[in-house]
């Protein structure tokens, strides 16, 4: 199945849900009981290695400084699309509980999805990506509540005592990672890292040990897979691992979404189709409006409001969990239990084209997006335009470009949408814009099209395509420098009209073999660079405020 989904050009992830409906009870039926189970572990295990990468890559000042507009948009979309929900569940004549259930149902958006699609994107780094992850984080705190409160039905109900403890072991456990993150691992780095091998089994067994800890105590696997990760994201080592694991994480995935069609039963599904269809309408339409307006409010661009919004558009694996939940407690039955599968079914893939093709989408409708913008909150720094030289991205070599600039006297502008390096370069007085490089209203104001040098630091290779054609299209007498990993990248990007495309690897090399081909093997030579370089090197980490102070000497 997935070779006909790859030669048809589609989403291999429909064709791994199709695999689950042909072996599950509605076609062959070859997978039994037992099978069934074991699938369920598998799948549990590849949602938290996909968390667990994830949090690798999230900075936990970034998870701070991105934490009230998470808090807002998540918050808000919860409670909006649960109301509308449980409200249209009504309509159809469904009782009380299972009207709410609908609701709480409909909130929540699929973690997993949208996070595999993010990461294969490489998106899940960008400012919508960032967002999207954050209130992802929000939805999965109040999932577990809701989850909670589902499992309490069953027994003597969700008591004042039992929200107090779960209070409690979440402080405790959110104080032990900090104490292990800070403290313990720090003191362990050179053990954990000399063997590859060790590194492989430890990095396994923090994720899925951490994830389970939570997991016992009440929390989700996901929330304790993420926050596994987050610990150790500041590491040294947190890249080599994440790609260790990829693979890992890749095979159990494929198995999540094959368990997703297993547990479809497509025999009885008379007089539900109306409820499902709206019930989609709802998760595919409504969240994302909800969104789009809040973040709007909020001030972020139509090009950042709109990703991260049709990027919530499907019901969440919780969903499922919450809703099996209340059938085995009585609450829900036969019925309700299909009509959200469905649902679950239906919206998983209909969103995971929107996530595929969203550049597309937006370029379509961008022009009918301008309601759900506020310029003037986000775009206040950007008055002072035409700039002669705008700097894209900053970490990677930034300052030595600000250096130039400078020493040139011309008018010039540094662009990122970090939130700590913004901080860094309000403290430095330098002019910033705080946006997404491919962004093409952020370009707009910059003044792009009447700019003499544009610089780009930023590693991903798709952003500096994106920017190289944008400035042949408007501005082709500019003066474009980019980075590139590869020959192919750079050939690439020659194609699309750079003018020069920097690989530090290949200038390093070439610089040092110029030094060693004019001062042969002199180590007094070498002693005068080093003394230059270190120099270099201490001027930088004075304009930097570094959370770990690097030895110079």
Same mark, same amino acid.
């Given at each position: 199945m997935g070779l006909i989904m790859h030669i048809l050009k589609q989403p291999l992830i429909i064709g791994h849900i199709i695999t689950g409906i042909i072996v599950g009870p509605t076609l062959l039926g070859i997978v039994d009981v037992h099978s069934e189970e074991l699938m369920e572990v598998f799948s549990k295990i590849g949602i938290a290695l996909l968390l667990f990468i994830i949090g690798l890559g999230l900075n936990p000042k970034v998870i701070k400084d991105l934490g009230k507009? !998470?808090?807002?948009?998540?918050?808000?979309?919860?409670?909006?699309?649960? /109301?509308? =929900? $449980? #409200? &249209?569940?009504?309509?159809?004549?469904?009782?009380?509980?299972?009207?709410?259930?609908?609701?709480?149902?409909?909130?929540?958006?699929?973690?997993?999805?949208?996070?595999?699609?993010?990461?294969?994107?490489?998106?899940?780094?960008?400012?919508?990506?960032?967002?999207?992850?954050?209130?992802?984080?929000?939805?999965?705190?109040?999932?577990?509540?809701?989850?909670?409160?589902?499992?309490?039905?069953? !027994?003597?109900?969700?008591?004042?005592?039992?929200?107090?403890?779960?209070? /409690?072991? =979440? $402080? #405790? &456990?959110?104080?032990?990672?900090?104490?292990?993150?800070?403290?313990?691992?720090?003191?362990?780095?050179?053990?954990?890292?000399?063997?590859?091998?060790?590194?492989?089994?430890?990095a396994i067994g923090w994720g899925l040990g951490i994830a389970s800890i939570f997991e016992v105590n009440g929390f989700s696997i996901e929330i304790g897979a993420l926050l596994a990760g987050v610990a150790i994201a500041p590491m040294a080592y947190a890249q080599e691992v994440s790609a260790k694991l990829r693979p890992l994480r890749d095979f159990f995935i494929v198995l999540f979404f094959i368990n997703l069609g297993l547990i479809l039963n497509l025999n009885s599904l008379d007089g539900v189709w109306l409820p499902v269809l709206l019930f989609s309408a709802v998760a595919i339409l409504i969240k994302p409006l909800i969104i789009l307006l809040t973040l709007g409010f909020m001030g972020y661009t139509r090009n950042t409001s709109f990703k991260t919004a049709i990027s919530m558009a499907q019901i969440s694996e919780f969903s499922l969990v919450f809703m099996i939940l209340l059938h085995e407690s009585g609450r829900v039955d036969d019925e309700l239990l299909t009509v959200i599968t469905l649902v679950s079914i239906i919206t998983i893939a209909i969103s995971t084209y929107l996530i595929i093709y969203s550049d597309k989408i937006f370029k379509a409708v961008e022009q009918h997006?301008?309601?759900?913008?506020?310029?003037?909150?986000?775009?206040?720094?950007?008055?002072?335009?035409?700039?002669?030289?705008?700097?894209?991205?900053y970490n990677k070599g930034g300052n030595e470009f600000i250096k130039v600039f400078k020493t040139l006297k011309k008018k010039f502008v540094v662009v990122d949408y970090d939130p700590e390096t913004i901080d860094h370069l309000e403290h430095r007085g330098l002019h910033y814009l705080y946006g997404d490089a491919t962004d093409p209203e952020l370009l707009d104001e910059i003044g792009i099209d009447h700019t003499k040098l544009v610089v780009s630091t930023i590693t991903e290779h798709e952003i500096n395509v994106f920017l190289v054609t944008h400035l042949q299209a408007v501005n082709p007498s500019a003066v474009s420098i980019v980075y590139a990993d590869t020959p192919e990248q750079a050939t690439q990007l020659y194609d699309r009209g750079a003018t020069y495309v920097m690989m530090p690897h290949y200038l390093g090399s070439e610089k040092i073999s110029s030094f060693i081909r004019r001062n042969g093997f002199k180590r007094s030579e070498?002693?005068?660079?080093?003394?230059?370089?270190?120099?270099?090197l201490e001027e930088h980490a004075a304009h930097t405020e570094a959370a770990v102070d690097i030895p110079l000497t």
């Amino acid at each position: 199945m997935g070779l006909i989904m790859h030669i048809l050009k589609q989403p291999l992830i429909i064709g791994h849900i199709i695999t689950g409906i042909i072996v599950g009870p509605t076609l062959l039926g070859i997978v039994d009981v037992h099978s069934e189970e074991l699938m369920e572990v598998f799948s549990k295990i590849g949602i938290a290695l996909l968390l667990f990468i994830i949090g690798l890559g999230l900075n936990p000042k970034v998870i701070k400084d991105l934490g009230k507009v !998470s808090i807002v948009v998540g918050g808000s979309q919860v409670v909006i699309t649960a /109301l509308i =929900g $449980g #409200l &249209l569940a009504g309509v159809f004549g469904y009782d009380l509980v299972p009207s709410l259930a609908i609701g709480v149902a409909l909130a929540f958006s699929s973690t997993i999805i949208i996070l595999k699609l993010l990461s294969d994107k490489k998106e899940h780094g960008r400012l919508h990506g960032k967002i999207a992850i954050g209130v992802l984080i929000v939805q999965d705190l109040i999932a577990t509540l809701a989850l909670l409160a589902a499992a309490a039905l069953d !027994s003597e109900g969700l008591t004042f005592d039992k929200l107090a403890g779960l209070t /409690l072991k =979440g $402080g #405790l &456990l959110g104080l032990g990672l900090v104490i292990a993150s800070m403290y313990i691992i720090p003191r362990l780095n050179k053990i954990i890292s000399e063997s590859q091998e060790f590194l492989f089994l430890f990095a396994i067994g923090w994720g899925l040990g951490i994830a389970s800890i939570f997991e016992v105590n009440g929390f989700s696997i996901e929330i304790g897979a993420l926050l596994a990760g987050v610990a150790i994201a500041p590491m040294a080592y947190a890249q080599e691992v994440s790609a260790k694991l990829r693979p890992l994480r890749d095979f159990f995935i494929v198995l999540f979404f094959i368990n997703l069609g297993l547990i479809l039963n497509l025999n009885s599904l008379d007089g539900v189709w109306l409820p499902v269809l709206l019930f989609s309408a709802v998760a595919i339409l409504i969240k994302p409006l909800i969104i789009l307006l809040t973040l709007g409010f909020m001030g972020y661009t139509r090009n950042t409001s709109f990703k991260t919004a049709i990027s919530m558009a499907q019901i969440s694996e919780f969903s499922l969990v919450f809703m099996i939940l209340l059938h085995e407690s009585g609450r829900v039955d036969d019925e309700l239990l299909t009509v959200i599968t469905l649902v679950s079914i239906i919206t998983i893939a209909i969103s995971t084209y929107l996530i595929i093709y969203s550049d597309k989408i937006f370029k379509a409708v961008e022009q009918h997006l301008t309601l759900f913008e506020r310029r003037k909150v986000h775009f206040d720094q950007r008055q002072a335009a035409n700039y002669q030289m705008v700097l894209f991205g900053y970490n990677k070599g930034g300052n030595e470009f600000i250096k130039v600039f400078k020493t040139l006297k011309k008018k010039f502008v540094v662009v990122d949408y970090d939130p700590e390096t913004i901080d860094h370069l309000e403290h430095r007085g330098l002019h910033y814009l705080y946006g997404d490089a491919t962004d093409p209203e952020l370009l707009d104001e910059i003044g792009i099209d009447h700019t003499k040098l544009v610089v780009s630091t930023i590693t991903e290779h798709e952003i500096n395509v994106f920017l190289v054609t944008h400035l042949q299209a408007v501005n082709p007498s500019a003066v474009s420098i980019v980075y590139a990993d590869t020959p192919e990248q750079a050939t690439q990007l020659y194609d699309r009209g750079a003018t020069y495309v920097m690989m530090p690897h290949y200038l390093g090399s070439e610089k040092i073999s110029s030094f060693i081909r004019r001062n042969g093997f002199k180590r007094s030579e070498f002693k005068k660079w080093r003394e230059k370089h270190l120099k270099s090197l201490e001027e930088h980490a004075a304009h930097t405020e570094a959370a770990v102070d690097i030895p110079l000497t």
